[in-house]
């Protein structure tokens, strides 16, 4: 079993719908959690970092369900910007900014 | 700022070759890392450094030697190129406890 396991999509919505992606880890040891997008043939970038409360950017909300060990990430009012593919990525405490990747999900909004 | 930067961008190589690939960032980083990426796999973790004069083996460090040159740069080499690393190599920095930043990625491929 992966460490960390997306949905790989993909998913195809149109412009203007509401997204989400779950994602799931598995270590209770884990510290910290990420979101970063990843373009077509480019290099993952942040997208937003996860709290316990939760937090919203513009249109992303990102969530954190300790107990049940899982991260959503909403999308709302999708643009054909927003195409890429979401890594979820978790960190582990006291691992020295090691990162631990999920394979993504893809994300296609039509017009 | 250039932000971290990779060397070269495509490579071919045949089995039992060999190459470096090369990373400079001019963010003042500490710690530094080469991932590979493979479909179905994610981001998988190769080799980090912590910081200047120190290295450390992430989760697939076989067939990989890396050198952490001074602070801005940290080198991947490849002894005897096998098939089985073809692959996009991406390296990144941080400051430790932060967000990784990628370089934009080198496609290799081992014929």
């Known amino acids: 079993r992966k460490e960390v396991e997306q949905d790989p999509g993909p998913f195809n919505v149109p412009e203007g719908a509401t997204v989400a992606f779950n994602c799931t880890y598995s270590?209770?040891?884990?510290?910290?959690f990420f979101w970063y997008r990843q373009d077509c043939r480019k290099e993952p970038k942040l997208l937003m970092s996860?709290?316990?409360s939760g937090n919203e950017d513009g249109r992303f909300t990102a969530q954190l369900n300790r107990a049940s060990q899982y991260i959503s990430l909403l999308i709302r009012d999708s643009k054909l910007s927003d195409s890429a593919t979401y890594l979820c990525?978790?960190?582990?405490?006291?691992?020295?900014?090691?990162?631990?990747f999920g394979t993504g999900t893809l994300l296609a909004v039509q017009p | 700022n250039a932000g971290v930067t990779q060397t070269p961008k495509f490579q071919v190589l045949k089995t039992g070759q060999s190459m470096t690939l090369q990373c400079a960032q001019d963010?003042?980083?500490?710690?530094m890392y080469w991932y590979r990426q493979d479909p179905g796999m994610g981001l998988r973790l190769i080799y980090y450094?912590?910081?200047?004069?120190?290295?450390d083996k992430g989760e697939v460090p076989n067939g990989y030697n890396v050198s952490r040159l001074n602070k801005r740069e940290f080198s991947l080499r490849l002894e005897s190129a096998a098939p089985s690393q073809t692959s996009v190599y991406f390296c990144a920095s941080s400051v430790v406890g932060t967000e990784q930043y990628f370089g934009p990625g080198t496609r290799l491929t081992v014929t």
């Open positions: 996860v709290y316990s």
């Open positions: 270590n209770s040891a884990s510290q910290s």
């Open positions: 963010m003042n980083h500490n710690s």
């Open positions: 990525v978790v960190k582990h405490e006291g691992a020295t900014n090691k990162l631990i």
């Open positions: 450094s912590a910081s200047e004069g120190t290295t």
